[in-house]
């Protein structure tokens, strides 16, 4: 069934079309991962006015230290998506199976070095955060580790998802995902309150939840891949180390990975901060629901850019470079406007979203006034955005982890510490130190991108194998 199924041809046809045909699904992917995160808030909040707001604050504290450790493996999954979308426009899918494999042996040794590591130092880590609020710490410990378990899981879907998309099939890994956050959103109240013959386990409950959930749709992923049922084989043999394509993907995955990490590390620094502002619980709790909306307004953002990427490495790979530049400008055009259409619902709707995961009048307040300033400067986000999917899919991932170090490091941490904490503006310092930075970089990407220099593709020249061939429509 998923082997059988008709790729849209991205070396022809309509740009705009094609972009959201092959986006879609990544949309509607992303709007289920969020489901996730969205069970986890709405049944965690609703325990009761204080322990709800206890273990929002927890998870939110959580989620950016995990992803800080996991961002190294994202890294690298950009350079798959640059490399085998590249070898696939060249009809080079020998090559491409063959990388597919080798970032499966990545994703499962690195995933296996970070679960023992983050299970270690996930009090450690929250001790130093939440100095005053040990409840809190103690909460956010317990989800944290049970995360941390699922690690190898999370990376082999990341992987996978990978690989699907750089061949141009968006739609398998949103049908895995559908089913395992199906799964999630019935286990999620069962365990947090103990329905029935569950344990009544609360925090514990809902990362359990996700543990189980995950390992299932790495179960699938798995089987599909090395079952040949899609459009990429795997077997154990492209799994055996192979220096010179390890080297290829940490020589194009490492400076996407430090960009990533240093992005992951830059909001744990901002969940820092905002938890010495005043009334510091509350504006996690507030900061946790409003990312939650913006989360699922960024999905349309995430699913274009994805399709930009693999489009753009397609292209150059069949060195069509005039379509691949038609490509790009189309592109950040559409990303602009539907970034700005989101904005526009955000701001007009911002109470009423907060108040969907949280009552408290404080949270959402304070909620509210987050929404309203960062949705004026969403529209920059997508432009930079659309910028840093252009390098990903030609694979010049030096360019994005400048933009990305430069957007956090340079902009927004020291902005929102000078707002917040020295200027004394609290948490409506890090809101604006967050809107101000997306504008300012999102210039800086367009003036990067307009050089030029991301239509030189990353592999070689070679007479190609045909393999596992997509079928195109």
């Given amino acids: ?50 322990a709800g707001r206890d273990a929002l604050a927890a998870t939110q504290v959580s989620w950016p230290l995990v992803w800080l ?13 640059s490399l085998i979308s ?22 499962l040794l690195f995933s296996s070095i970070v679960a023992v590591v983050g299970f270690i130092l996930s009090p450690y880590m929250l001790n130093v955060i939440l100095v005053d609020s040990p409840e809190v710490a103690s909460q956010g410990t317990i989800f944290m580790r049970t995360i941390f378990i699922s690690q190898p899981f999370l990376l082999i879907i990341m992987a996978f998802s990978f690989i699907m998309r750089a061949s141009g ?87 996407a990975s430090i960009g990533n990490s240093g992005t992951a590390f830059g909001f744990v620094v901002m969940t820092f901060i905002i938890a010495r502002v005043h009334s510091s619980e509350a504006s996690l709790a507030a900061y946790n629901a409003g990312d939650r909306v913006l989360g699922v307004m960024f999905i349309l953002m995430g699913g274009l850019a994805i399709a930009m990427s693999t489009m753009v490495g397609q292209n150059l790979g069949a060195d069509q470079k005039e379509r691949a530049q038609e490509v790009v400008k189309k592109g950040v055009l559409t990303l ?48 930079f955005r659309a910028a840093n999917a252009v390098f990903e899919g030609s694979g010049h ?27 004394g503006m609290q948490s409506t310092g890090v809101w604006w130190g967050m809107g101000l930075s997306n504008i300012i970089s999102a210039v800086a990407a367009l003036l990067v991108l307009s050089t030029g220099r991301w239509k030189k593709k990353i592999i070689e020249d070679k007479k190609p194998v045909l393999s596992t061939v997509p079928r195109r429509v």
């Fill in 1 to 50: 069934m998923f082997k059988d199924r008709k790729i849209p041809d991205l070396l022809s046809g309509n740009i705009v079309t094609t972009l959201f045909i092959l986006g879609w699904p990544i949309m509607v992917e992303s709007v289920l991962q969020i489901g996730y995160s969205l069970a986890d808030t709405y049944w965690l909040g609703n325990m009761g006015p204080e």
């Fill in 69 to 81: 450790m996991v961002s190294v493996g994202g890294g690298f999954g950009i350079a798959t998506i």
């Fill in 86 to 107: 590249q070898h696939i426009g060249a009809k080079q899918h020998h090559e491409a199976e063959k990388y597919a494999g080798q970032m499966l042996f990545f994703a």
């Fill in 169 to 255: 099939d968006t739609v398998t890994p949103m049908i895995i995902t559908g089913v395992s956050v199906g799964a999630n959103i019935v286990l999620d109240p069962l365990f947090i309150y103990g329905i029935g013959p569950f344990p009544e386990w609360g925090i514990f409950g809902a990362a359990f939840a996700t543990l189980l959930t995950k390992g299932f749709a790495a179960a699938i992923a798995l089987y599909l891949l090395f079952g040949n049922k899609v459009n990429i084989a795997v077997r154990l043999k492209n799994m055996k180390p192979d220096k010179e394509r390890l080297k290829k993907l940490f020589k194009i995955g490492a400076p």
């Fill in 336 to 383: 602009g406007i539907v970034m700005a259409i989101c904005a526009a619902v955000i701001f007009v709707l911002s109470r009423d979203f907060i108040i969907l995961f949280n009552q408290d009048p404080e949270v959402v307040r304070i909620g509210t006034e987050f929404l309203l300033i960062f949705s004026l400067s969403m529209p920059f986000f997508g432009l």
């Fill in 397 to 423: 991932t030096k360019y994005m982890m400048a933009l990305d170090i430069f957007r956090l490091w340079g902009l927004r941490v020291p902005l929102c510490y000078i707002f917040a904490l020295h200027m």
